[in-house]
């Protein structure tokens, strides 16, 4: 029988701040799908549009600013503030597309984590 260490396992080397924004933003993009063209779509924008500009400046923390390219544009294209009027298989297109650059944004944009003092 094999006896365990007792000693803690090492912590993971990256931090992923961009991970929790991710997967919102995907649920909401996902969870809007319905609402397309609906009263609640702004709803959507707002938080799509902030999560997007969330994932931005974490990607630009991380010095990986082709990251932000891509979120800065889906920030823009759910402003709420100036929203598009695109047709709405053109809006579901992007919703998926969307969640999709969401969630590998959330998955590939990570800092080294910093190690304790001892």
């Known amino acids: 029988m094999a006896s365990r260490s007792s000693r803690p396992a090492d912590p993971p080397q990256r931090q992923r701040n961009a991970l929790a924004p991710g997967i919102l933003g995907a649920a909401a993009l996902v969870a809007g799908i319905p609402l397309i063209g609906g009263e609640f779509a702004i709803v959507i924008s707002f938080i799509v549009a902030i999560l997007a500009l969330i994932i931005a400046w974490f990607a630009i923390q991380a010095r990986q600013w082709w990251w932000a390219v891509p979120m800065a544009a ?3 294209l759910w402003n ?3 929203p598009f009027s ?4 053109v ?3 992007a919703h998926v597309i969307g969640a999709a650059t969401f969630i590998a944004a959330g998955t590939l ?3 080294p ?3 304790a003092a001892r």
């Not at 695109?86 to 298989?89: A, R, T």
């Open 80 to 82: 709420p503030v100036y």
């Open 109 to 111: 944009v990570w800092v």
């Open 113 to 115: 984590r910093a190690q």
């Open 74 to 76: 889906i920030a823009v």
């Open 86 to 89: 695109l047709d709405q298989p």
């Open 91 to 93: 809006w579901l297109a």
